[in-house]
């Protein structure tokens, strides 16, 4: 019973349910199987003693005297009785239930199988609608990519025509570049003012003027201008410690004079080339000093003999060189006789002559 029970419910579950009646009680349905069965085998064995008696009677019916019972033999029992009937039925319902329950077993079995069939089936269609929704979403993103994949394309195209026109104009750019460079290479070959740096508040620039052939390159370090840019649209024009007190127009002003000042400048340090190559080239060899203030050549011969030369301006083109002072432990010395034999004599032939002179 259990094992049927087992099978309706996995098969029909609704006709374990009760058909509008109340189910008893455990106890009370417990008490009656145990009556109907005390029941059940009290009258088997009433229908064997009815059964008995009944044979009895009709052998006694049959019977003339009581003499003829005690001489009768023991009679056959009859042939398909109701025992014998018995016994085949509870054999062949043995059977059946046999039967039944290998059945019922298989059906069992089958029924697991379907379980399983249809657990698998919803896993699958549970599967299947994720990689439906999967699917669904990958060509979303394959929409998504060649929208964006066309875009590019377009974006390329007119990149690349930007690019051929940048090209071109860069070769356009290039060629004037080279125009430019040597144009710049040939204007810096007679330019005497050279840009070194340049930054958003001042320009480094470098004198290099165009000097007479008789002075070398090597004798002069090309002096340097700082111009800085104020906020007043003017600027301040500062020279180096070699042409400090020595050329005219520094200062400051406007930015509309700066050409005009840096010309002045490049005059004033041209006129100063020759003198100031002369008094680097007399430094190697003489104890000198130079006051470009006062325009005076300071000469150390000896610890007490100091000689003062003056310098006018426009040496040593238009002015001269002349001995002023000798001064011996601080006292003046007479300088009437002291003169070399050039009528014109230069810095460099005073220095020599004062050097080798025993007058001094």
């Not at 009433?46 to 001489?71: C, H, I, N, P």
């Not at 029924?111 to 979403?137: G, P, S």
């Not at 203030?293 to 426009?314: I, M, P």
């Amino acid at each position: 019973m259990a094992e049927v029970r087992r099978v309706l419910e996995r098969c029909d579950p609704v006709l374990l349910q009760p058909c509008g009646e109340p189910e008893p009680d455990c106890a009370e349905a417990a008490g009656t199987v145990l009556f109907l069965t005390e029941s059940r085998r009290v009258q088997k064995v009433l229908w064997r003693q009815l059964f008995v008696l009944d044979s009895m009677m009709f052998l006694l019916k049959g019977l003339e005297s009581a003499q003829q019972l005690m001489t009768l033999p023991c009679p056959q029992p009859p042939e398909g009785g109701a025992r014998s009937r018995w016994k085949a039925l509870k054999a062949e319902t043995r059977s059946g239930m046999e039967k039944a329950e290998s059945l019922l077993r298989s059906l069992q079995d089958r029924v697991q199988q379907v379980q399983h069939r249809r657990e698998r089936v919803t896993a699958l269609l549970q599967l299947l609608h994720i990689k439906r929704q999967h699917q669904d979403q990958l060509i979303v993103s394959l929409l998504k990519a060649q929208h964006a994949l066309q875009s590019c394309d377009r974006q390329l195209e007119r990149l690349r025509a930007q690019s051929e026109a940048a090209l071109r104009q860069l070769m356009s750019w290039r060629g004037l570049r080279d125009l430019l460079q040597v144009y710049a290479t040939a204007t810096q070959e007679v330019m005497q003012i050279q840009l070194i740096s340049v930054d958003q508040s001042e320009l480094l620039l470098e004198i290099r003027p165009h000097l007479s052939s008789q002075l070398s390159a090597n004798e002069l370090q090309p002096p340097r201008l700082a111009v800085h840019w104020c906020h007043d649209n003017r600027f301040t024009l500062q020279v180096g410690e070699e042409l400090a007190g020595q050329v005219e127009g520094c200062g400051s002003g406007r930015r509309n004079v700066l050409s005009a000042t840096l010309l002045d400048v490049l005059q004033s340090y041209t006129g100063l080339a020759s003198l100031l190559a002369e008094i680097h080239s007399l430094r190697a060899s003489f104890a000198i000093d130079w006051c470009p203030a006062q325009r005076l050549l300071v000469y150390l011969k000896s610890a007490a003999l100091v000689c003062h030369l003056q310098v006018e301006d426009g040496y040593p083109a238009a002015g001269s060189a002349q001995l002023s002072s000798v001064l011996r432990d601080g006292r003046p010395v007479d300088t009437q006789r002291l003169k070399p034999r050039k009528a014109e004599p230069s810095l460099t032939d005073w220095l020599v002559f004062l050097c080798n002179s025993p007058l001094v």
